[in-house]
């Protein structure tokens, strides 16, 4: 009901200024336009209202409101039935989202025919509610362009009755409606920017991810794990997690940063994401040359045959994920043989000095690599691969994210981390590692362990996986409650059963 006049001129600059901020505060869509027909029915004292958006020649209904009939907001569409609209003349909405011209009408019953604008009383006839007077405005940003139509309907006068909305009501409502539009165009805008970055992560990660069959679709799950773990702590009831909540803009930091915890492997060589022995395949190869070549060049047919078995011991010992105890002893032998070719002459070759082909059968680099002990990667090869770490923090740190999403440098460079300092790159301990690293670091090992499409290993199955878990966790070096929840609450199973988003 509308307020007498004196009071009523205080409380609308009251409420326009607390308004103007309330809006531009806004960042949901939806709250800031239910808030825009909201506070407008609160100044002109409107049993309800509605709000329709422009959107590619169409008006999209997003909201309505009514004082008489009550409808929740997930009610909404199913309780009104507002469909969309065509901009064009036929409707009230339309005709206002066509023209930029505010419509005043005290009753929708009284249209003259000759109008081209009608009203739909399907509405009333649906509910029994009997729509009189009508004020549609356009929703116009500062460059005067349309951005949606808002309705108010059935002005309340100070006696209860329904009357005309008045030429201030005009006013206030063009007055707030600008402000709306800006305010609608700035969230629209936020959520523009936010869905483009959205795509950015998703499609290099997932490209850097696809360059080795190894790696394909791990980022992905390794959200996934992440945001079913952190919602599974925000759902703990008891226990030690109980006081741990994210809120969802913490949620989102960090389903960002599991997303884009691996970008530093973008400068670790492909045939280093690709080893599955010792050796890489064209190491190999290089390797198979040479003692054709030798044997090629060979007379001795005693020699021959020595190097055929060399040949095949080195292929054995390339695909072993250890190294026999005889192995590095017949290594040296087999390194302190030469590949020599006959004298080469002619003026190119005479200036260079080449005038004999000399190398050994096996470079240094391969035999460093043949006589790793465990695995498959040399030490340098593993500081190569672990840097990833570092260069995840050096890329991320030059991005400059907003304010909600400052950590997420720091959380994804901490996922190798250990509780207990044994991690890289920065050793650090529990009380250096937040609960964002922790996730991290349990979907990673996770995903590491179940995805079968790793080189080193095909996927172990999910039990043994939850066990290296649990191990790792009794060793102090993943959170123990974390782990503790992530297999009591089977929260991974979700995530291999395809059914939570990344
Ligand atoms: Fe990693
Ligand atoms: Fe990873």
Redesign the pocket.
Same mark, same amino acid.
């Given at each position: 009901m509308k307020a007498t006049s004196p009071e009523r001129v205080l409380l609308e600059k009251q409420k326009l200024v607390e308004i103007s901020i309330a809006l531009t505060s806004e960042t949901d869509l939806h709250r800031l336009l239910s808030r825009i027909i909201t506070e407008l029915r609160g100044l002109t004292g409107a049993q309800g209202g509605s709000l329709y958006l422009c959107a590619q020649a169409r008006l999209t209904f997003e909201v309505a409101q009514n004082d008489i009939i009550a409808c929740t907001a997930d009610h909404e569409l199913a309780c009104f039935k507002y469909q969309d609209l065509p901009i064009n003349d036929n409707s009230l909405a339309g005709y206002v989202a066509l023209t930029g011209q505010l419509l005043n009408i005290p009753d929708v019953y009284e249209l003259s025919p000759a109008l081209p604008y009608h009203f739909d009383p399907s509405f009333d006839q649906r509910t029994g509610y009997r729509t009189r007077s009508m004020l549609v405005a356009p929703l116009k940003d500062h460059q005067g362009e349309i951005v949606g139509v808002l309705q108010l309907l059935n002005a309340v006068g100070s006696n209860g009755e329904i009357q005309s909305f008045s030429k201030e009501d005009e006013t206030l409502v063009l007055a707030l409606a600008s402000q709306a539009a800006v305010a609608i165009n700035t969230v629209r805008l936020i959520a523009t920017i936010r869905e483009l970055f959205e795509s950015l992560v998703v499609y290099s990660v997932s490209a850097i991810d696809a360059r080795s069959p190894y790696t394909a679709g791990?980022s992905r799950r390794?959200a996934a794990y992440s945001l079913a773990l952190a919602q599974a702590v925000n759902a703990c009831q008891e226990g030690p997690l109980a006081a741990v909540t994210f809120s969802e803009p913490e949620l989102e930091e960090l389903r960002f940063s599991a997303w884009l915890? %691996?970008i530093g492997k973008i400068g670790v060589r492909d045939a280093l994401l690709d080893k599955k022995n010792k050796l890489t395949d064209q190491e190999m190869e290089a390797i198979r040359w040479r003692f054709c070549l030798a044997s090629w060049q060979s007379s001795d047919p005693t020699e021959r045959q020595a190097l055929q078995e060399d040949l095949v011991f080195l292929q054995r010992l390339n695909a072993l994920p250890y190294l026999p105890p005889e192995a590095p002893a017949r290594l040296a032998q087999i390194a302190a043989k030469h590949l020599t070719g006959p004298e080469r002459r002619g003026t190119a070759a005479e200036a260079e000095g080449l005038l004999r082909v000399d190398c050994p059968l096996l470079t240094s680099a391969e035999l460093a690599a043949l006589l790793v002990s465990h695995g498959n990667l040399t030490s340098r090869e593993y500081a190569e691969i672990q840097g990833h770490a570092l260069q995840t923090l050096h890329i991320l740190e030059k991005i400059p994210f907003s304010q909600s999403l400052a950590r997420v440098p720091r959380f994804a460079a901490y996922?190798h981390e250990r509780l207990d300092g044994t991690g890289y790159p920065f050793h650090l301990t529990a009380a250096a590692l937040p609960y964002q690293a922790r996730i991290l670091a349990i979907a %990673?090992v996770f995903d590491?362990l179940t995805a079968s499409d790793r080189p080193y290993r095909t996927g172990a199955s999910c039990d043994s996986a939850l066990h290296v878990l649990e191990e790792e966790a009794a060793k102090g070096r993943l959170d123990k409650d974390l782990v503790e929840l992530f297999i009591s609450g089977r929260v991974y199973e979700q995530v291999l059963a395809g059914a939570a988003p990344a």
């Amino acid at each position: 009901m509308k307020a007498t006049s004196p009071e009523r001129v205080l409380l609308e600059k009251q409420k326009l200024v607390e308004i103007s901020i309330a809006l531009t505060s806004e960042t949901d869509l939806h709250r800031l336009l239910s808030r825009i027909i909201t506070e407008l029915r609160g100044l002109t004292g409107a049993q309800g209202g509605s709000l329709y958006l422009c959107a590619q020649a169409r008006l999209t209904f997003e909201v309505a409101q009514n004082d008489i009939i009550a409808c929740t907001a997930d009610h909404e569409l199913a309780c009104f039935k507002y469909q969309d609209l065509p901009i064009n003349d036929n409707s009230l909405a339309g005709y206002v989202a066509l023209t930029g011209q505010l419509l005043n009408i005290p009753d929708v019953y009284e249209l003259s025919p000759a109008l081209p604008y009608h009203f739909d009383p399907s509405f009333d006839q649906r509910t029994g509610y009997r729509t009189r007077s009508m004020l549609v405005a356009p929703l116009k940003d500062h460059q005067g362009e349309i951005v949606g139509v808002l309705q108010l309907l059935n002005a309340v006068g100070s006696n209860g009755e329904i009357q005309s909305f008045s030429k201030e009501d005009e006013t206030l409502v063009l007055a707030l409606a600008s402000q709306a539009a800006v305010a609608i165009n700035t969230v629209r805008l936020i959520a523009t920017i936010r869905e483009l970055f959205e795509s950015l992560v998703v499609y290099s990660v997932s490209a850097i991810d696809a360059r080795s069959p190894y790696t394909a679709g791990h980022s992905r799950r390794v959200a996934a794990y992440s945001l079913a773990l952190a919602q599974a702590v925000n759902a703990c009831q008891e226990g030690p997690l109980a006081a741990v909540t994210f809120s969802e803009p913490e949620l989102e930091e960090l389903r960002f940063s599991a997303w884009l915890h %691996d970008i530093g492997k973008i400068g670790v060589r492909d045939a280093l994401l690709d080893k599955k022995n010792k050796l890489t395949d064209q190491e190999m190869e290089a390797i198979r040359w040479r003692f054709c070549l030798a044997s090629w060049q060979s007379s001795d047919p005693t020699e021959r045959q020595a190097l055929q078995e060399d040949l095949v011991f080195l292929q054995r010992l390339n695909a072993l994920p250890y190294l026999p105890p005889e192995a590095p002893a017949r290594l040296a032998q087999i390194a302190a043989k030469h590949l020599t070719g006959p004298e080469r002459r002619g003026t190119a070759a005479e200036a260079e000095g080449l005038l004999r082909v000399d190398c050994p059968l096996l470079t240094s680099a391969e035999l460093a690599a043949l006589l790793v002990s465990h695995g498959n990667l040399t030490s340098r090869e593993y500081a190569e691969i672990q840097g990833h770490a570092l260069q995840t923090l050096h890329i991320l740190e030059k991005i400059p994210f907003s304010q909600s999403l400052a950590r997420v440098p720091r959380f994804a460079a901490y996922h190798h981390e250990r509780l207990d300092g044994t991690g890289y790159p920065f050793h650090l301990t529990a009380a250096a590692l937040p609960y964002q690293a922790r996730i991290l670091a349990i979907a %990673d090992v996770f995903d590491a362990l179940t995805a079968s499409d790793r080189p080193y290993r095909t996927g172990a199955s999910c039990d043994s996986a939850l066990h290296v878990l649990e191990e790792e966790a009794a060793k102090g070096r993943l959170d123990k409650d974390l782990v503790e929840l992530f297999i009591s609450g089977r929260v991974y199973e979700q995530v291999l059963a395809g059914a939570a988003p990344a």
